[in-house]
Nanobody, 127 residues
Framework: QVQLVESGGGLVQAGGSLRLSCAAS????????MGWFRQAPGKEREFVQA????????YYADSVKGRFTISRDNAKNTVYLQMNSLKPEDTAVYYC????????????????????WGQGTQVTVSS
């Protein structure tokens, strides 16, 4: 059974930074794409960023381009999301997810490509 545990969320002022972490256990972490999604109240779950199993490729939503950076440490079974220049519209619950074996570059932003999910961590950005 795969477990994903997010941490690092909190309250921050606009323009500030946060670093989210997601610790994984239960499946060979270094073999799978990892992603971050977010969901704001009343909105659908939204793709944020994803990273290849080796960490050499990353994918991002236009809304976070230039502000957020995903990274991973396969030795620690952990994926990170560094969030800079935060905006009030970044307020959401952020979820870490581990992809299934069939994910492609064309489906990497589709939540249905991810098999395991964490419980989420709240990020609130005040104006």
């Amino acid at each position: 059974q795969v477990q994903l545990v997010e941490s690092g969320g909190g309250l921050v002022q606009a323009g500030g930074s946060l670093r989210l972490s997601c610790a994984a256990s239960g499946r060979t972490f270094g073999s799978y794409v990892m992603g971050w999604f977010r969901q704001a109240p009343g909105k659908e779950r939204e793709f944020v960023q994803a990273i290849s199993w080796s960490g050499d490729r990353s994918y991002y939503a236009d809304s976070v381009k230039g502000r957020f950076t995903i990274s991973r440490d396969n030795a620690k079974n952990t994926v990170y999301l560094q969030m800079n220049s935060l905006k009030p519209e970044d307020t959401a619950v952020y979820y870490c997810a581990q992809a299934n074996s069939f994910i492609t570059a064309g489906t990497i932003s589709d939540y249905r490509s991810y098999r395991y999910w964490g419980q989420g961590t709240q990020v609130t950005v005040s104006s």
